[in-house]
């Protein structure tokens, strides 16, 4: 079957991916200058990208407390977080790639996975608390005691 990939916003996902490893994982603020370290890229690219997910209401921008999310943008990124990382276990774990050649896969997919399909791998793989590099795995619908 050939069918188009259409996925205008995968910039946005990886932006979204940075805010949630500074905000979640780290409890850190998300500070322009931080968000352009982890991206490489420069700050003022950095402050377009925020002012253009601000207007589609992804995060709310102060310049103290820096990019935080709403509820849209939380619940996107914790998909985007989560896919890359169900991926990368499904891959390692059972296609048995090799843990240093799972990264480039595990990012194409995380900007395409529906949320039924995260939460099909997650049922498969017994909802695992952490990816193979030991970061934790943002729990789905599907997980038990998920945390809202
Ligand atoms: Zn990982
Ligand atoms: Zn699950």
Redesign the pocket.
């Known amino acids: 079957m050939y069918s188009v990939c259409e996925m205008p916003s995968v910039s946005i996902d990886e932006y979204l991916e940075v805010l949630w490893t500074l905000r979640v994982d780290r409890n850190q603020p998300g500070k322009i200058r931080d968000v352009a370290k982890l991206l490489k890229i420069a700050p003022p690219s950095v402050f377009q990208m925020f002012e253009k997910m601000r207007m589609q209401g992804l995060i709310k921008y102060d310049k103290r407390s820096g990019a935080d999310f709403t509820r849209k943008g939380k619940r996107r990124a914790r998909h985007i977080v989560r896919s890359h990382k169900l991926v990368e276990k499904l891959l390692v774990d059972i296609v048995g790639v090799k843990l240093g050649e799972v990264e480039r896969p595990a990012c194409g997919a995380e900007h395409y996975l529906p949320e039924e399909v995260a939460?099909a791998i997650?049922?498969y793989l017994k909802?695992p608390r952490e990816c193979p590099h030991g970061d934790p795995i943002p729990?789905?619908?599907?997980?038990?005691q998920?945390k809202v």
């Open positions: 939460d997650c049922i909802h729990k789905g619908k599907c997980c038990p998920r």
